[in-house]
């Protein structure tokens, strides 16, 4: 028997003693036996199963006035995190989500909502391995995400009206390998970018883990072509130079030239297990003026190991006259995704809801 980590088609039939549990606004504590059983009178949905009555469809969602952080899951462990689906309402750039590890004060991982999803210019369809973004809203996150002791994921609405949230955390009650990680991600912005400055996506980690993820946003203020700097993995001490050194952002997105359709002389949007360039804003040249662009990295079969600590960065290069390369100050965002021992360092002060705003 498997402790029902790691469970793929190859070891689907293997039976395992993991518990299978659920945390939805219909089973707010996961509880065995306790999906449903909302009384009528408490439901979000009440008014709409007022003929039917309990065991209905009485609560499916919540609703999260502004200003508040609403608690969306509070489990014991051990276990695992195996599929997280959620569809929200309202900016989603004022909608934050975190994740604590074994009753940490600190989150593990602190992001908007659509881009934790690789969605943070909005909404795009995404079909691969670590997420999936399916119409008409559905966000869906396929990380796995052990802990030992505890589990806490709150949703914090920066907003200035109330929003509406139906969400399920699917995960097992289960032993923890003693050499299991915990999963990270963190959101970064830099808007606009200073004049021949580096876009940092990741710095301050310490302790041994694994790089595993890259989601970022990109909205152009120039001109031409946007994506020649080189994205730089600095690892365990690494100092003026890299260990890993990329050739271009398109190629370390597993595109190439500048994501083009040659014959239709336009960018071409894609998603696949491993990457994409899954969203493209177009300028409308009246009230949209700026070219955005979303794409994702997953490292899952190629992990950046690191043994005590790690920095990730990406330069912002065009092209201008003379075929010079040109330094760019754009409008640049990310979400960097990794797993790594705990404690972790604490992460740099989330923006205000003004600096998150795409605008």
Request: glycine share 10%.
């Amino acid at each position: 028997m498997h402790n029902g980590l790691n469970n793929n088609l190859g070891n689907l039939f293997t039976l395992s003693n993991a518990k299978s549990r659920s945390v939805c606004p219909e089973n707010p504590t996961g509880g065995k036996g306790m999906g449903g059983a909302c009384e009528l009178g408490d439901g979000s949905a009440r008014l709409a199963a007022r003929d039917l009555g309990k065991g209905w469809k009485v609560n499916p969602y919540v609703n999260i006035p502004a200003g508040e952080t609403y608690v969306m899951a509070d489990i014991d462990g051990p276990g695992c995190i195996q599929h997280i689906w959620l569809t929200p309402t309202g900016r989603e750039r004022t909608q934050l989500i975190r994740f604590y590890w074994d009753g940490q004060a600190q989150p593990s991982v602190e992001c908007p909502l659509g881009d934790f999803f690789a969605s943070g210019i909005g909404y795009a369809p995404i079909t691969s391995l670590a997420v999936c973004v399916n119409p008409g809203s559905a966000y869906n996150s396929y990380w796995q995400m052990p802990f030992r002791k505890r589990c806490r994921i709150t949703l914090e609405n920066l907003g200035d009206a109330e929003v509406r949230m139906y969400y399920q955390v699917d995960y097992i009650l289960t032993d923890v390998p003693a050499d299991a990680a915990y999963f990270h991600a963190q959101f970064r912005r830099t808007n606009p970018l200073p004049y021949k400055q580096d876009y940092v996506i990741l710095d301050g980690v310490r302790g041994k883990g694994q790089y595993v993820g890259t989601h970022m946003c990109w909205g152009v203020n120039s001109n031409g072509w946007w994506g020649e700097g080189e994205i730089k993995f600095f690892l365990d001490g690494d100092g003026e130079y890299p260990t890993i050194c990329g050739t271009g952002t398109e190629d370390y997105f597993c595109g190439s030239y500048n994501f083009e359709n040659r014959k239709l002389h336009r960018y071409e949007t894609f998603t696949s297990p491993y990457s994409g360039l899954s969203n493209v804003t177009e300028s409308d040249n009246l009230y949209s003026v700026q070219k955005r662009f979303a794409m994702y990295r997953w490292h899952i079969a190629d992990p950046i190991y690191f043994d005590q600590d790690l920095k990730v960065t990406i330069q912002a290069l065009g092209w201008r006259s003379g075929k010079r390369y040109l330094p760019l100050q754009d409008d640049i965002s990310s979400v960097a995704y990794w797993y790594q021992t705990l404690p972790a360092a604490p992460f740099p002060k989330m923006l205000a809801a003004d600096e998150l705003e795409i605008v």
